[in-house]
């Protein structure tokens, strides 16, 4: 990877977002700035697809939106027309969960899911939003259920190329997939247990804990599911369990190397009553064969009386080689590691109960 000027880790939490700066080293950090302090910021995240712009899911008391800063947090603006139903519905938006990026060649082009299990969709930068009404109508709402959390789209998988393919993943509700750019949705569940409900295997109603896909093999999916770990070959048409060699089946976030698309990390957690590291020991779990087989890796980490867990969007990659990968806590803790899971460092703590992590070279 060419080398980058600055590295720097965005950090979304319950009393603001938080910027740390490094170099190419990787070894020494520090707290550039605090964002939007006092209030809830589920997701934090940098464009670089043209001028950098910092993208912020605020979710202060008056209501949640997603503010947008262009002189590193300087400054934030609201936006024109906001993450809100038209005039008149219904419904609100109780939460705003998650910013996507567009792919590189459409710049301005945004996403945002939020609560109760909506998509909005921004073409100038997140200046003005509009929502994908296809999704809010789909007509299996009515078996979509929240979860602890609410209701949320929080997971995205665009397809590289093809800019009217993308995934979607929402609690609780499954995975969903478009192949004309948004106008209508097709669930792609199969395969996924849903033991919480009559029918363990819905047509909808799966609660997607987090899902990605690779740039590299679009037709490739995982997910951390509220139960299990599962993969797809073939877009999400069939998943296939890969939870064998995991101590537990349940776990929030799951992240693929950046430059094998074939190597995946996701960490355990007891289950829905007690959100913590199987016996009290922080693990991260490393699949280098696309599920197949697991490595407990836990060098550095606090392997007795670890009792936090790691939200759905709190674990990052960077795309150095090799790639470092980032953890945030519950407890304020940053852990990561320089050398792709095998040993890792305190690199931060103190800071506010954690809800993402995000890694932009600049």
């Not at 789909?138 to 998988?157: E, I, L």
């Not at 993308?166 to 997939?177: D, E, K, N, Q």
């Not at 004309?180 to 009559?198: H, I, Q, S, Y």
């Amino acid at each position: 990877m060419a080398k980058k000027s600055a590295l720097y880790l965005l950090i979304g939490t319950h009393k603001g977002g938080f910027m740390l700066r490094s170099t190419d080293n990787r070894k020494t950090w520090k707290l550039q700035d605090i964002f939007i302090k006092g209030m809830d910021v589920n997701h934090l995240i940098l464009d670089t697809r043209g001028e950098p712009t910092l993208y912020a899911c605020a979710n202060p008391w008056d209501g949640p939106g997603v503010q947008y800063s262009k002189d590193f947090g300087k400054t934030w603006m609201q936006a024109e027309t906001p993450v809100r139903f038209k005039e008149g519905s219904d419904k609100k938006i109780n939460r705003v969960w998650h910013v996507a990026l567009g792919r590189a060649n459409e710049p301005g082009v945004l996403y945002c899911g939020a609560d109760p299990g909506v998509l909005f969709r921004s073409q100038d930068g997140g200046k003005n939003w509009s929502e994908i009404e296809s999704l809010t109508n789909h007509p299996t709402r009515p078996q979509w259920n929240p979860g602890a959390g609410g209701m949320m789209v929080h997971s995205f998988a665009l397809h590289p190329t093809d800019t009217k393919k993308m995934y979607i993943g929402i609690s609780a509700a499954g995975t969903f997939y478009t192949d004309d750019g948004g106008k209508t949705w097709e669930p792609r569940n199969k395969g996924v247990l849903a033991d919480f409900m009559p029918d363990k295997y819905p047509e909808v109603g799966q609660c997607v804990h987090h899902m990605e896909g690779h740039p590299a093999k679009p037709d490739v999916l995982y997910q951390q599911n509220h139960c299990g770990v599962y993969r797809s070959d073939n877009g999400g048409k069939k998943w296939i369990d890969i939870n064998k060699g995991l101590p537990a089946r349940f776990g929030f976030p799951l992240k693929i190397h950046p430059h094998d698309p074939d190597t995946v990390y996701v960490v355990p957690e007891v289950g829905a009553e007690f959100r913590c590291p199987p016996d009290g020991e922080f693990a991260v779990y490393r699949s280098k064969n696309k599920g197949n087989k697991w490595k407990k890796l836990t060098k550095g980490l606090p392997t007795k009386n670890a009792y936090f867990n790691v939200n759905r969007q709190a674990m990052a990659v960077d795309t150095f080689d090799p790639c470092g990968v980032y953890l945030g806590t519950s407890t304020g803790q940053i852990f990561n590691s320089r050398n792709e899971g095998k040993s890792w460092h305190l690199l931060t703590e103190y800071l506010p109960p954690i809800f993402s992590v995000e890694c932009v070279s600049v």
